[in-house]
């Protein structure tokens, strides 16, 4: 069995209550695949950065999967000719 490996890189910036993640997924020639997610302070919460940091970065990783299922899709359909059907 060969194995492969992918990797994504996770960046966290932070700026005036907004945290911004981008996850770029890095597999073989694909690395064009950048999620974004964004999270915003509630200014009645307590400030806890690392509760930004989650939830941006679990809403850049859920984009990402999508461009992903979209682009597994894609390449299905340029393959096969026919409409794939896929769930995420």
Not at 13 to 25: C, I, M, P, S, V
Not at 30 to 42: C, E, F, H, K, T
Not at 56 to 63: G, H, I, K, Q, V
């Amino acid at each position: 069995m060969q194995e492969k490996g992918w990797s994504v890189n996770i960046v966290i910036d932070e700026h005036e209550g907004l945290t911004r993640a981008k996850a770029q997924l890095y597999a073989e020639d694909r690395s064009d695949l950048i999620g974004v997610g964004m999270a915003r302070l509630n200014p009645a919460d307590s400030n806890i950065p690392v509760i930004g940091d989650e939830l941006a970065t679990a809403r850049a990783l859920a984009d990402l999967a999508h461009q992903l299922i979209e682009a597994t899709a894609a390449d299905i359909e340029r393959v096969t000719k026919e409409t794939p059907h896929l769930r995420a």
